[in-house]
C-alpha cells in the first residue's frame, strides 16, 4: 500500500485513517502500550524516551518503532498483524423483526455500545471499540483532533457511518437516543469544541433536544449535559437509577467511570453536585501494557493458587483466531488488590518480596525490562510493568479526590450514604472487594456499594419510549451544580496525597 504523507498526523494516525488498526486498543499517543510497532525499512528516526523503555535494544536496532510517536513523512514501512484486537459482540435474535424499533446508543471515548428496543425491551444488543479510537484515545487529545472542523466531520463520519451499517443490519427504526460525554457528543454533531478544550470551560451545547446528525439518520435524541465533563451520559445513568423497578434513595453517590470519571452526589430529588475528573483509559483497557476491553476471551480478575496467579476469563460462545491474551481494567484491580494482600505490592505502589510463602514464590518472577520493573504473571508471556502499577495508582488517587471531595462539600462521611452505585467500566465486572483492598473505597461502605453495569445504556434505552422520563432528565441541569476540582488551587496537593493504595478522607 502507498500512502501520501499527512500534514499534522503522525503515522499511527495516517495509518488508521486508511484502515489499519481496526478494532485495536490503541493509546494513541502516550506510547505505552506498543499496539501500533512498526518497523522501518531504512532510515528510522531517532528511538523516543517511551519506545526505548517499551521496545528492547534488537528491535531498535532492526527499526522498529512505535508510529505514534513519529511524524508521517516519507519512507518505507512493515505493518505487522495486531497483537490485540477487541472483537465486536453483539447477541443475535430472530430476523423476523418487528415494526417500531428504536435504537439506543451510549457512545463512550473508548467504547460504543448500542441496543436495538421496542418499547424500552431491548431485542439486540452489541459493544464494540468507538471506532474513533486510533484519533486519541482520551478526552484531551480527542478534542485536539476535533480542533480542525474538517478533522472534526472524520470522527462524526466515523460514528454515523458505524450507526448507519447497524440500521442497516438490523431493520429501519423510528426513534434513536445517543447518550455520551459532552466531548463525544460534541464531535458528533460536530459543534465547535473549543470550550471544552481549554479552560475556562464551557459547553458548546446543554443537549436536552434532537438534533440532525445525518441525512440517512432519524435525528437523535441528546440527553441533557450537567456541566463541561458531566454529560447526557451521566443524565441517563440518573434516569436508570430512578427509573429502575428498585428505586434509589438520596443520599446517594452515582460514579460513571470510564475515561473521564463523572460523579453526581445526590442529596434530595432537587439537589445534585456534580463534579469530574480525568482518569485516562487504564479502566477501559486502553494504553496498559496487556490492556484489553472487556469481552470474550478477555482476563477480568486472577486468584493466588499454590502455582500461582489463575486468571478468569471472560466467556466467549463463539471460537475464533486465538489472539495474545489481555487484561481489563478490572483485571488489573484484582491482580493489584491480590499483590496488596500478599506484601509482592507495597501501598504506595513498589514490588517487594511478599509476606507468604505463595507471594514470595510470585515474587521471584519479578525481573527488570529496558531498566523497569516488571513481574512476570507466568501466563501466556503476560507481565506486569510498574508503570502499569502507577496508571492504576493515578486512577485510584482522582477517583479518592472527587469521592472525598463531593462528600465535604456537603458535609457527609461515606457512611451517611443510602449507596454507591458504579457505572462505566467499572460497573461490570468489578469485585467490591477490589476496590477496598486497592483504597479506592473505604471499607465500612463497602456493604452500600454496588456495580450498575452500563447505566448510560440503561438510561438511553428509557428515554427512547418514555416521556416522563425525559421531562424528568430536562429537569436535572436546574437541579443540580457544580464542584470544580481540577482547577482548584489545591488540587495537585491533594491528588498526590492520595497516590497510594490506600482510602483518603
Known amino acids: 500500500m502507498e500512502l501520501a504523507p499527512t500534514a499534522g498526523l503522525n503515522i499511527a494516525q495516517s495509518l488508521f485513517l486508511n484502515g ?4 485495536v486498543p490503541l493509546c494513541s499517543g502516550m506510547g505505552r502500550c506498543g499496539l501500533c510497532k512498526i518497523r522501518f525499512e531504512a532510515s528510522p528516526p531517532e528511538p523516543r524516551r517511551e519506545e526505548l523503555q517499551k ?35 453483539t447477541n443475535k435474535f ?59 466531520k472524520i470522527l462524526s463520519e466515523l460514528v454515523t457511518s458505524r450507526i448507519k451499517t447497524l440500521i442497516a443490519e438490523t431493520g429501519q427504526i423510528k426513534e434513536l437516543v445517543i447518550s455520551g460525554n459532552p466531548s463525544m457528543t460534541s464531535i458528533l454533531a460536530q459543534d465547535d469544541v473549543r470550550g471544552l478544550s481549554s479552560a475556562p470551560y464551557s459547553l458548546p451545547d446543554g443537549g436536552g433536544k434532537k438534533v ?36 434509589i434513595q438520596p443520599p446517594y453517590l452515582f460514579a460513571d467511570l470510564g475515561t473521564n470519571g463523572e460523579f453526581v452526589l445526590c442529596l434530595s430529588e432537587d439537589e445534585y453536585i456534580v463534579s469530574s475528573v480525568p482518569m485516562g483509559p487504564a479502566l477501559e483497557g486502553v494504553g ?59 501501598s504506595e505502589g513498589l514490588f517487594s518480596s511478599g509476606s507468604t510463602p505463595f507471594a514470595a514464590k510470585l515474587a521471584n518472577r519479578l525481573t527488570e525490562i ?25 486512577v485510584k488517587a482522582a477517583f479518592n479526590l472527587a469521592m472525598s471531595a463531593l462528600l465535604s462539600e456537603a458535609g457527609l462521611a461515606p457512611s451517611d450514604l443510602n449507596e454507591l452505585v458504579l457505572g462505566g467500566a467499572m460497573g ?9 483492598a486497592t483504597g479506592f473505597i473505604p471499607a465500612g461502605i463497602a ?59
Request: proline fraction near 6%; hydrophobic fraction near 40%.
Open 94 to 152: 430472530s430476523n423476523n423483526l418487528p415494526e417500531g424499533l428504536a435504537l439506543a446508543v451510549d457512545l463512550g471515548t473508548t467504547g460504543l455500545h448500542w441496543a436495538f428496543t421496542l418499547c424500552g425491551t431491548p431485542l439486540k444488543s452489541g459493544q464494540e471499540l468507538n471506532p474513533q479510537i486510533g484519533l486519541g484515545s482520551e478526552v484531551m487529545s480527542r478534542l485536539a483532533f476535533a480542533a480542525k472542523p474538517e478533522q472534526r
Open 428 to 436: 461490570q465486572h468489578v469485585n467490591i472487594n477490589d476496590l477496598v
Open 370 to 394: 529496558n531498566g523497569t520493573p516488571v513481574l512476570d504473571l507466568g501466563h501466556e508471556g503476560l507481565t506486569l510493568p510498574a508503570s502499569d502499577v502507577e496508571e492504576i495508582l493515578k
Open 55 to 89: 521496545l528492547t535494544v534488537a528491535e531498535i536496532e532492526s527499526g522498529w518503532r512505535l508510529s505514534c510517536l513519529h511524524q508521517a513523512t516519507g519512507g518505507t514501512i512493515f505493518l505487522p498483524q495486531p497483537e490485540r484486537v477487541v472483537p465486536r459482540v
Open 447 to 505: 456493604v452500600i456499594t454496588r456495580a450498575a453495569g452500563n447505566t448510560s445504556l440503561e438510561g438511553a434505552k428509557i428515554l427512547t419510549h418514555n416521556q416522563e422520563a425525559r421531562d424528568f432528565a430536562a429537569s436535572l441541569p436546574g437541579r443540580s451544580r457544580v464542584l470544580e476540582l481540577a482547577g482548584s488551587d489545591d488540587f495537585g496537593r491533594k491528588y498526590l496525597e492520595r497516590m497510594i493504595f490506600k482510602y483518603v478522607y
Open 288 to 346: 496498559m501494557s496487556n490492556g484489553r476491553t472487556a469481552g470474550p476471551g478477555a482476563i477480568s480478575a486472577f486468584t493466588l493458587t499454590p502455582l500461582g496467579l489463575s486468571p478468569s476469563v471472560i466467556k466467549t460462545e463463539e471460537s475464533g483466531q486465538k489472539q495474545k491474551p489481555g487484561i481489563t481494567g478490572t483485571g488489573y484491580l484484582s491482580l493489584c488488590a491480590i499483590l496488596l494482600k500478599s506484601g509482592v505490592l507495597t
Open 212 to 247: 440532525n446528525l445525518d441525512e440517512d439518520l432519524p435525528e437523535a435524541y441528546i440527553p441533557p449535559h450537567l456541566a463541561p465533563f458531566v454529560g447526557a451520559d451521566i443524565t441517563s445513568g440518573i434516569v436508570a437509577l430512578n427509573f429502575s423497578k428498585t428505586g
Open 20 to 23: 489499519a488498526f481496526q478494532g
